[in-house]
């Protein structure tokens, strides 16, 4: 039988607004001083929720370099006390404070699986990956398709870094990237109702365009848990479900991947799910975001998020109605 939940994008949009301005509230709350308000309010988070990032084997390497031409993304940062304590991680847990649930995830040892359609199949260890890559720096924004927004500073490598690593085959048309599927470890993948692993895809021309980023880092340090460690994808000009975390396999296929949210819902998620303020998810708007940190502050939304200088030239052959959702 299958049991329906709501997912947390499933509620209207003043719902989800409502979560983070409980959390821009207690935010300033601690800005004031008091500390342990977040017990009170029936919160909690691990001391240890930012230092994970201390003892990785690869904290020599962050902060990267800027690259200049991602140095500012026309918004603040938003605060990392924000940011790393409201994600959607759904192996953790269907809602935003997975932050504390989310510390039981394993990074190491971690390796990579590059499969499919390549000149060779490889499985290879994450701290030589890493060190084989291109490392720097960029400001990237974030639209989430429940309608908010956030500005982080990622340190990792072009994803197109990652597939001449790969060398896939010419007949390649997509790559499909999973995340690790273990219920002891994640208590979200023990909803057995959801189609896991996590699946995300892309073209080959999405995945060779520049802004789309492998982050490794966010902050100046190793990315810590909550936001996908040690690895994971970020494509900003697309809603943020695109961005899958802790990949544990990329492939290289003829066939368009089915992603995870598309294989629970075709109609509201699909292939592509660029950001267009002008085409509205099935059950509310696009049109505004509500941007993490700023105590409720809404934007008007931007087709592609503000990125279609680069890539709206990707969608010439694509019809228009399977673009935007
Ligand atoms: N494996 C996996 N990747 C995922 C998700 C998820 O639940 N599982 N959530 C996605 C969604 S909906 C968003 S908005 C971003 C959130 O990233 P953040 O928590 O770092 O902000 O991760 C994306 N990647
Ligand atoms: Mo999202």
């Not at 959390?23 to 004031?32: E, G, P, Q, V, W």
Request: glycine share 6%; proline share 7%; with cysteine.
């Amino acid at each position: 039988m299958f049991i329906k939940r709501p997912k947390s994008w499933e509620i209207p949009e003043n719902k989800a607004s409502s979560e983070a301005t409980f959390l821009n509230r207690r935010t300033l709350i601690k800005a004031a001083g008091f500390s342990g308000i977040g017990v009170a309010a029936g919160l909690s988070w691990p001391s240890g929720t930012m230092q994970a990032a201390e003892n990785d084997p690869t904290a020599d390497l962050y902060p990267a370099t800027v690259n200049p031409a991602y140095a500012d993304a026309g918004k603040p940062i938003t605060p990392e006390d924000v940011n790393s304590k409201y994600n959607n991680f759904y192996e953790f847990g269907s809602h935003k404070r997975i932050f504390n649930e989310a510390q039981k995830l394993k990074t190491r040892p971690w390796s990579v699986t590059f499969d499919g359609l390549v000149d060779k199949e490889m499985t290879v260890d994450f701290d030589t990956l890493v060190r084989a890559m291109p490392l720097e720096d960029r400001v990237y924004r974030h639209r989430c398709v429940e309608a908010w927004s956030m500005v982080i500073p990622w340190s990792g490598f072009p994803l197109k870094a990652l597939v001449d690593y790969a060398q896939p085959l010419s007949s390649a048309k997509y790559v499909r990237f999973e995340t690790f599927n273990d219920s002891k470890m994640a208590s979200g993948q023990r909803q057995i109702w959801y189609p896991w692993p996590y699946i995300e895809g892309l073209t080959m021309a999405e995945a060779t365009n520049d802004l789309a980023f492998i982050a490794t880092g966010a902050y100046g340090k190793p990315l810590a848990k909550q936001f996908g460690a040690p690895l994971r994808l970020h494509t900003p000009w697309k809603y943020g479900f695109k961005s899958i975390k802790s990949i544990v396999r990329v492939s290289f296929t003829e066939e368009r991947p089915v992603s995870f949210w598309e294989e629970v819902n075709s109609k509201e998620y699909g292939f592509y799910a660029n950001v267009n303020p002008k085409v509205p998810h099935k059950r509310w708007s696009q049109a505004t975001e509500e941007v993490l940190g700023t105590g409720g502050e809404r934007v008007p939304t931007q087709l592609y998020n503000g990125y279609g200088e680069q890539v709206a030239n990707l969608y010439s052959d694509v019809p228009e109605e399977q673009l935007y959702f």
